[in-house]
């Protein structure tokens, strides 16, 4: 490779079929590899013959790393970051190494592959013309239903990691928090032997692992379906007549106030047609 460049290479998520020809021949001619955890990584390269040194690149060290990575950017070599599974810097190390050289003006090229987000999005049936990634919730539940407040609100499809210890209490708090009836879709060990996805109504969902424990074991994509956009009520004819009449002799929070106390409507809903109407 003549340029130095930084890869960022997906790998499997599971199926070593996965793996792209792209992927195993630029693991092949870079002049290192960056890997989150190299002796997990060993393994991937020997089933493709890929003899590259390896370094460690992880959450620990990675602010170190980058600067070493760097320097030898610099002096020509060819780097490749490849995290444990799929796509690097999806709820994976590697911002920093990307950030650090891209200040530097250093290329940086990504290699696509698996990722398991994507693959669940991909066959969950639920709208991804919009989405919403989280990652991992908090590991305690208060966190875990405080930001669950947050996203249960959204009206697009979002969704979270989560791990076999913790599944059933992420469940339980999204029954609390969500409702029983939200609609969600649980992808299990994506591409791998016992890959599943299951879904229903988070009660539903919930009553499936309680009742089969080899559910709860693996890594989980939790998909869930955005909130039922809420319809704004019109204001009638005769109230946004009253309300253009009352901006002329008051400011437009006054105004909205006094017909919401005479009408009915919502204060926050006056107020913004009357700013439509100024």
Not at 118 to 129: E, I, K, M, R, Y
Not at 142 to 167: C, F, P, Q
Not at 174 to 193: C, H, Q
Request: overall charge negative; proline content about 4%.
């Amino acid at each position: 490779m003549s340029e130095s460049t930084l890869f960022v290479v997906s790998t499997p998520i599971g199926n070593l079929e996965d793996m792209t020809p792209r992927a195993i021949e630029v693991l092949k001619q870079v002049s290192v590899i960056a890997a989150e955890d190299t002796r997990h990584s060993r393994k991937l390269l020997n089933h493709f013959g890929i003899e590259t040194p390896m370094i460690p690149c992880h959450e620990h060290n990675e602010r170190h790393q980058a600067e070493v990575l760097l320097a030898r950017l610099q002096q020509g070599d060819s780097v490749a970051l490849i995290s444990d599974a799929g796509t690097p810097l999806i709820s994976d190390p590697g911002f920093v190494l990307v950030r650090t050289v891209r200040e530097q003006g250093v290329k940086v090229v990504p290699v696509p592959g698996a990722c398991a987000l994507v693959a669940a999005l991909s066959v969950s049936g639920l709208p991804t013309d919009r989405f919403y990634f989280e990652g991992f919730l908090p590991a305690k539940s208060s966190g875990r239903k405080k930001k669950l407040e947050s996203l249960g609100v959204m009206t697009n499809t979002w969704a979270v990691y989560e791990s076999t210890h913790r599944i059933l209490d992420s469940l339980a708090d999204f029954r609390e928090v969500l409702g029983a009836d939200r609609y969600i879709v649980l992808a299990r060990e994506m591409t791998k032997t016992f890959e599943t996805v299951i879904a229903g109504t988070v009660e539903e969902v919930e009553k499936i692992l309680q009742e089969d424990s080899n559910q709860c074991r693996g890594e989980f994509v939790v998909l869930v379906e955005g909130a039922a956009v809420q319809e704004e009520e019109t204001v009638d004819p005769d109230t946004a007549k009253l309300l253009k009449r009352l901006l002329q002799e008051l400011p437009a929070k006054k105004a909205a106030a006094v017909i919401a106390d005479v009408s009915g409507y919502r204060k926050k809903q006056l107020y913004d047609l009357s700013l439509t109407m100024k």
